[in-house]
């Protein structure tokens, strides 16, 4: 090495040891070893290097008393391995599974934002549709109800087209209302007019009851059910069944009445022949003349019986008409009239 190179290269070597102490014996020993050996190539591997491929090497042979590889791992290897994986550094970080996760600041406010609407169950959305549908049909009696009053009304009281025309004029003039007060006003006049005109005197309910229908207050049929009986109630309309017991009615009240007569003849027939009235006469008179035609009667009439019975509920339903028996009632119904 010449000395110009050395020179530099000592100057470089006492800048490092003034900056960095801690370094200082080993640059001391880099030094010495610069200074009492050759050069070294610095693609030739060095010492350490050799040493470390020296003992793989070792490591990678087998000696020959080492027996042969069968698939077991003999015990002293596997207690060996278990002392050293016991011993080792853990590969998890101690203390990190402790660690709180980080929660990300935000100036969400759930008060800001609208509750959530809560998801009703299958029953509390069919009571709400049926709730729906009752108010519906309340809602269509009631238009029903007003538009047949002012139908009644309408024909009660009708008016000319000169009236109307002129009460629509009289509308146009008069300004319109803008509250209860002036409305009130209004009916209070009109009220104050027709009493003086005598409109209340000859009133038809005036100091008799108010009438109240029973079933108005009964709390086994609903608000809406009365209205639409009482509705069919005016209007002269009825089920079908209603309809067919009416007719059965007065088929029963006729065959009735015709046997009555018929047994009344009988009777005149007897006193004619100035035979003696008994009750075993009276039913061999009847049964000679009359029998024939009214057994034809009581089939009929038991016809439309069933018919009424299937349309209608079994509550209501009606025994089927006997000859014997209907002769029977009206033999006492006709001996009571006579005494």
């Known amino acids: 090495m010449s000395s110009s190179t050395r020179s530099a290269y000592l100057f470089r070597l006492h800048t490092c040891y003034n900056l960095f102490p801690s370094r200082q014996s080993l640059l001391r020993k880099s030094f010495y070893s610069t200074s009492q050996s050759p050069p070294r190539n610095i693609f030739e591997p060095s010492e350490e290097d050799k040493d470390e491929k020296a003992t793989s090497i070792t490591k990678k042979q ?5 027996k042969p590889w069968d698939g077991d791992e003999p015990v002293s290897h596997s207690v060996l391995r278990m002392i050293m994986d016991k011993y080792r550094a853990p590969l998890r970080v101690e203390g990190a599974a402790r660690r709180n996760i980080p929660q990300p600041q935000s100036n969400f406010d759930p008060s800001s934002f609208a509750p959530q609407k809560k998801e009703k169950s299958s029953q509390e959305k069919k009571i ?11 809602n269509r009696i009631t238009s029903a109800r007003d538009a047949a009053f002012d139908y009644a009304m309408d024909r009660k009281y009708p008016t000319t087209s000169s009236q109307s025309d002129t009460d629509w004029d009289e509308w146009e003039t008069n300004p319109t209302l803008k509250g209860i007060e002036e409305l009130g006003q209004l009916t209070d006049a009109k009220i104050r007019s027709a009493r003086a005109k005598g409109a209340f005197d000859n009133l038809p ?75 075993p006469s009276l039913i061999r008179e009847f049964e000679k003349l009359e029998k ?43 001996e009571l009239e006579r005494n």
């Open 205 to 279: 309910g005036r100091g008799k009851p108010i009438e109240t229908d029973p079933m108005l207050s009964n709390p086994f049929v609903d608000r809406t059910e009365y209205f639409m009986n009482r509705i069919i109630q005016r209007n002269g309309a009825a089920p079908p069944w209603v309809i067919m017991q009416q007719e059965v009615d007065i088929e029963v009240k006729s065959l009735r009445s015709q046997m009555s007569a018929a047994l009344k003849r009988c009777i005149h027939d007897i006193r004619d022949r100035n035979s003696y009235l008994a009750k």
């Open 292 to 334: 024939s035609y009214f057994a034809k009667e009581v089939d009929r009439v038991n016809s439309k019986l069933k018919s009424y019975n299937v349309m209608c509920p079994s509550p209501v339903r009606k025994q089927l008409l006997e000859l014997e028996k209907e002769l029977e009632w009206t033999l006492e119904k006709l």
């Open 62 to 66: 087998q000696l020959p008393n080492d």
């Open 128 to 138: 709400e549709r049926d709730n729906q549908l009752r108010k519906r049909k309340q």
